[in-house]
């Protein structure tokens, strides 16, 4: 069986410990022997990025443009090779990991031209004879610590910035899922950087990812999980002044009007709810729907659900994969379980699914009849399940929309421009979806989360060198 060790100062480093990469599709499939880094592999790494740091911080906007642009050719070139892992491990459909793997190597070829980009700024003093100049500096070695969800695409996001700012990176991928990071990672290894400016570390969060959070080394810490993960070592950082982009759970809303175009509403809501067996973020989990329209929807819906192939991520015919695991299929079927108890009408799907092959298999999910305070309205559950909330009108369905302690995305469908402009102006949270599902946004556009969503500066984009650079103000007196 293949062995992944890490990779720290651009050296393989194997580790006592492995752990098996299982295909969610089919439980018998073990990918790969998986190093599971130790503390002490983590301040190896840590130590090489700060070393490295005065080395990489100092290269030419043309050294880090050509590396970085190295990067996303490779990953675009082997979509379909890095895709069908990703497929494989995760559980998503090979079109979607194929489409997530293309995303990577295009935010690579995103932000190398990015470090061409001005990113200091002259201003007029309110002196006389006085210069003021507002300059940005990377600032150092930078922690990355993401979830399995979007095992390559959200890496990429991270890293490519990280290091076309000229900062150096110790990057931990979730323990669940490391082939397609492990690939990546390898890409990045020989792309020509400083021994040390990237560095791949494996292992549990309690262990490595505690090790990079405590370390007074690492400069600032960008961590995509969950709002319990993310709330923990957001304390830790503060507390000895680290920087923190912290990108955590959703609980999506996605409002449907009297006037909105059925299908459409339907398709939002199906591809939203339920594409990526539901583990996205960006989800949409609460499906707000005002009387004109609901019984037609509620209806449409479930005859799209019914038509839905569940099936392994890597069969063509596919429409969705299985639950990423054993453990994520547990907390699906608890949270079916209280949504019965709680009184909601569970109107199609939730039952396990019997294939081919043995793998977590779970068939979608939709209440009915549902209130905002129930807890599968309340908890992000992070599986193919959705519950539909009927409100009175456009108005009670905003306040319902806003009523979660997680403002990641939020969408509408209607064909009014006056309710858009207004939801635009008063949904609460970082990103609005119109007549669109709440999950899939442009590569070059920022990401960020209001409430619990998210805390600190918004990820990818120009956005992204708010919080990969530091600002530094020079006044200066000309004599
Ligand atoms: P998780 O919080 O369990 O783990 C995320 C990462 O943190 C993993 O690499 C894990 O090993 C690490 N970790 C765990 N404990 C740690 C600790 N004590 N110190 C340091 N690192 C630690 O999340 P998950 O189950 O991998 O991913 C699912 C979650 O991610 C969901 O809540 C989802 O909403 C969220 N997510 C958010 C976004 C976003 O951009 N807002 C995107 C994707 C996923």
């Not at 690939?183 to 560095?199: T, V």
């Not at 070059?444 to 990820?459: D, L």
């Amino acid at each position: 069986m293949s062995v992944f060790p890490n990779l720290i100062a651009g050296e393989a480093v194997p580790a006592r410990e492995v752990v098996h990469n299982i295909n969610p599709s089919d439980t018998r499939d073990v990918i790969g022997e998986y190093a599971m880094a130790s503390r002490e592999d983590a301040e190896t790494a840590i130590a090489a990025a700060a070393q490295a740091f005065p080395l990489w911080s100092r290269t030419n906007a043309l050294q880090r443009f050509e590396i970085l642009d190295r990067i996303g050719t490779e990953v675009g070139a082997r979509s379909s090779e890095i895709g069908d892992m990703l497929a494989r491990e995760e559980g998503k459909t090979l079109k979607e990991a194929t489409a997530e793997v293309l995303r990577a190597g295009q935010l690579f070829k995103f932000f190398a031209a990015e470090a061409y980009r001005a990113n200091s700024e002259g201003l007029p003093s309110v002196r006389d004879q006085i210069g003021l100049a507002v300059t940005r500096e990377p600032i150092g070695v930078v922690g990355i610590i993401t979830p399995w969800n979007f095992p390559i695409a959200i890496p990429a996001w991270k890293i490519a910035p990280a290091l076309a700012y000229g900062n150096t990176v110790v990057f931990k991928p979730a323990e669940l899922v490391p082939g397609s990071a492990w690939l990546l990672a390898d890409i990045i290894n020989r792309s020509g950087l400083a021994k040390g400016a990237f560095n791949l570390v494996m292992g549990h969060g309690s262990v490595v990812g505690d090790a990079i959070v405590s370390s007074r080394q690492v400069a600032g810490l960008s961590f995509t999980g969950s709002t319990r993960v993310g709330k923990a070592i957001g304390h830790t950082l503060f507390e000895r002044g680290a920087r923190m982009q912290l990108e955590m759970g959703g609980k999506n809303p996605l409002i449907v009007l009297d006037d909105a175009p059925l299908e459409l509403a339907v398709d939002c809501a199906l591809q939203g709810a339920y594409l990526s067996t539901g583990q996205r973020c960006t989800a949409s989990s609460r499906l707000i729907v005002t009387p004109g329209i609901h019984d037609a929807f509620v209806a449409r819906l479930i005859e799209r659900m019914t038509a839905l192939a569940v099936g392994d991520a890597r069969d063509q015919a596919t429409d969705i994969g299985p639950v990423v695991s054993k453990a994520q299929l547990a907390i699906d079927e608890h949270y079916l379980e209280i949504g019965r108890t709680e009184g909601a009408c569970l109107a199609h799907g939730g039952e396990r699914l019997n294939r081919k092959t043995p793998g977590h298999y779970l068939n979608p999910a939709l209440f009915t009849q549902t209130t905002n305070g129930m807890t599968i309205n309340r908890d992000e559950i992070f599986g193919p399940i959705a519950a539909v909330i009927p409100a009175r009108d456009y108005d009670e369905a905003l306040a319902i929309a806003n009523d979660t302690e997680a403002g990641l995305s939020s969408g509408i469908v209607t064909q009014s421009a006056k309710i858009i402009r207004h939801f635009r102006d008063n949904a609460e949270a970082g990103m609005i979806q119109v007549n669109l599902p709440t999950a899939g946004m442009d590569f070059h556009a920022p990401f960020t989360g209001r409430k619990q969503a998210g805390y600190g500066p918004a990820e990818k984009g120009s956005y992204a060198r708010d919080f990969f650079t530091a600002v530094k103000v020079t006044h200066e007196r000309f004599i």
